[in-house]
């Protein structure tokens, strides 16, 4: 087994680990799944319950890690202090894959038969911190009539805590997965490139769910919010991000100069969630198409291996639900280019058709 120095070493985010693998509890045993409590350093947003994650155990040598989603906040009306909160804040029974096949099936259901990752070691990383997996801080917020609510940005914790214990466990895959869905999409590159530089000998295969159409230069502050800006900076690989102008693209960018790694984006092309959250952000969005068709090809022209499979509708995310079995686009199922994806056989860019002029970046 690897030392879990290693991809801390690389991540080298200031964050020192105290965790003492052999005095662990054994893990319990759940219709396949094992739960690994998430121990010091880690938590939720508003500590409503402990952190934690699942695995079930495959071929040892074939991995899959998958990023939840839960959407974000960085105001105190989206944070639920004066308004409705727009993250989930808990892991609890709703996240546990065993429990609810509703967030959990698709690609984590490894008793399916048609599933293409059924033989793999899945490790599923739930959220519950507002941050995209990528926050080092907490904010309190307040208001004019003296409430105030604390928000505990630290899912950069969580998210090196599972990639450490999954190092520490598999020393020499040769293929590891990495994927996530909407807030979970986001950071996919960025810790898929850290796997491939910690496993240069693996194949390592990144695919985004959902997350594909921020063409917006006003993420950078909610960054900055989160303190992920200035932790990135630290990975060589996102040393020079632009605390001023980072964005969301930037991380598909950096992450393509990695030699082992391919890149990949699931998205639809009106995908209601996105428009949701690019009107938190102030823009009023009444299409999706031409923002992602833009960020899309601008992504292509840095990276000619980027590999994408666009549906049409509002759909927001498929990879970890019931529809992923059905899913069909221009006469090519998800589950097969997947399938195809992931094993590195020759695979063509999906749903092409349904690109649109590309708008320029939201101000």
Not at 159 to 168: E, F, G, I, L, S
Not at 215 to 241: C, F, I, M, S, V
């Amino acid at each position: 087994m690897r030392n879990v120095s290693g991809l801390a070493a690389l991540l080298c985010l200031g964050m020192s680990s105290s965790i003492a693998w052999a005095d662990e509890p054994a893990a319990a045993d759940t219709a396949g799944w094992k739960t690994i409590p998430g121990g010091h350093g880690t938590g939720c947003a508003t500590d409503a319950t402990p952190y934690e994650f699942y695995v079930h155990e495959g071929d040892p040598h074939r991995l899959a890690i998958y990023f939840q989603g839960g959407g974000g906040c960085w105001n105190s009306r989206n944070c639920g202090l004066d308004g409705q909160k727009t993250f989930e804040n808990a892991v609890d029974d709703g996240d546990r894959p065993w429990l609810n096949k509703a967030v959990a099936g698709g690609i984590l259901d490894a008793s399916n038969p048609a599933n293409p990752l059924r033989e793999f070691t899945i490790v599923f990383a739930p959220y519950c911190t507002a941050d995209v997996h990528l926050g080092v801080r907490t904010e309190r917020f307040e208001t004019s009539d003296g409430k105030s609510l604390s928000i505990a940005y630290r899912g950069l914790a969580n998210a090196q805590r599972v990639m450490d214990w999954m190092t520490h466990q598999y020393a020499e895959p040769k293929q590891v997965f990495v994927s996530g869905g909407s807030a979970g999409a986001i950071p996919s590159p960025i810790f898929a490139s850290q796997l491939a530089r910690h496993y240069p000998k693996a194949q390592v295969v990144q695919l985004g769910d959902g997350a594909g159409a921020y063409r917006t230069n006003r993420l950078a502050p909610q960054l900055e919010l989160w303190g992920a800006t200035r932790a990135l900076k630290h990975d060589p690989l996102y040393g020079d991000l632009d605390v001023e102008t980072a964005n969301f693209e930037d991380f598909y960018q950096r992450a393509a100069a990695v030699p082992n790694l391919q890149l990949g984006q699931i998205n639809s092309i009106e995908d209601r969630i996105q428009l949701f959250f690019l009107a938190q952000l102030g823009h009023e969005v009444k299409s999706l198409a031409p923002l992602l068709s833009a960020d899309i090809a601008d992504l292509r022209k840095s990276n000619r291996k980027l590999r994408t499979y666009t549906m049409p509708g509002g759909v927001h995310t498929v990879l970890t639900r019931p529809d992923f079995y059905t899913a069909k686009v221009d006469d090519v199922a998800l589950t097969k280019w997947l399938d195809d994806y992931v094993n590195g056989r020759k695979t063509a860019n999906v749903g092409d058709s349904l690109f649109v002029a590309g708008a320029d970046r939201l101000q």
